[in-house]
């Protein structure tokens, strides 16, 4: 088969999308496909479409804007084009932080409490009253995400992040094991266990620099707990609309409770990513979790 990927794009997170579509481009042609590699951010979307329609099947991954939020799906959608990953819908159900959120609770699904703010209701916002987390509305990767665990804090950089965005998601912070679950298509992967470097957060640094340990199966997560948390993707992956894969990320207290942090609609897939080494646990090694990719495409 012909096929084509994109990486890069225009988010913040290019860096990630190109690193994780070149491992995919690398498996395709392992694979025994043909394989031409474009990033969009140097193509109208007319040309883009124009050479889409060329291939058999299109691996937009994409993170954040210009990925997962749905614009260039729709353009697919309407051009005909066949292409792996997130329909619109899933999309809008997901990229913007206040849909999912509303939509959780829409469905009885734990989330930690949360708001909308701009810079001038910082002060006065009442869940700046004890630890909580600032993030922007859309885009992932934990850029310009603040993890506020001292109270009073520091208020500059929120500041100077809110006056950036217009608007920012707040929430109380959930202290407790964090873990992942992937979904392909409609199984639930194994639960992965994250646990950042001693004193510090699963930011973007963390993320990527191979200090964080990432445990699957996971050690300190009962495995009562794991099912809990795979039933919890699997359900927001479905209300959700994701269809062909999905990764959420979950907090589970001191009590056991477990809250849904997120949902990525294209999860990483670089050689440090999460998705690719639930599936490797599953039994996938990582071109025949590709090549599952490639039966998905329509």
């Known amino acids: 088969m012909n096929y084509l990927v994109l990486g890069g794009g225009i988010s913040p997170e290019k860096d990630v999308s190109h690193r994780s579509a070149t491992a995919v481009k690398q498996a395709l042609v392992a694979i025994g496909h043909t394989v031409t590699y474009i990033d969009p951010a140097d193509k109208s979307t007319e040309e883009l479409i124009e050479q889409a329609a060329k291939y058999d099947g299109v ?21 005909e084009i066949a292409y792996f990953g997130p329909r619109p819908d899933a999309c809008r159900n997901t990229f913007d932080k206040a849909v999912f959120k509303r939509l959780l609770e829409a469905h009885s699904l734990p989330t930690p409490r949360w708001n909308i703010i701009s810079a001038n209701q910082l002060a006065t916002e009442p869940l700046t009253k004890q630890p909580f987390v600032l993030k922007p509305i859309s885009g992932g990767s934990s850029i310009d995400t603040f993890i506020v665990r001292q109270i009073p804090f520091d208020d500059e950089p929120l500041l100077e992040a809110l006056n950036r965005y217009g608007t920012m998601l707040i929430e109380e912070l959930i202290v407790g094991h964090e873990v992942t679950v992937g979904i392909l298509k409609d199984t639930a992967l194994p639960v992965v266990e994250i646990i950042p470097p001693a004193d510090q957060d699963f930011d973007y640094e ?93």
């Open 206 to 298: 963390n993320k990527y620099n191979g200090a964080t340990t990432e445990l699957c199966p996971p050690e300190n997560v009962s495995d009562e707990q794991q099912a809990t948390a795979q039933l919890l993707a699997l359900q927001v992956h479905r209300i959700s609309d994701c269809g062909h894969l999905s990764r959420t990320d979950i907090m589970i207290d001191s009590d056991g409770h477990h809250f849904i942090i997120d949902t990525n609609t294209m999860p990483g897939l670089t050689d440090q990513s999460l998705f690719p080494k639930a599936a490797a646990t599953a039994g996938y090694s990582w071109t025949e979790l590709v090549e599952q990719f490639t039966k998905l495409i329509k």
């Open 59 to 79: 691996f937009p991954i994409l993170h954040g804007i210009g990925g997962e939020d749905g614009a260039l799906q729709t353009e697919f959608d309407t051009a």
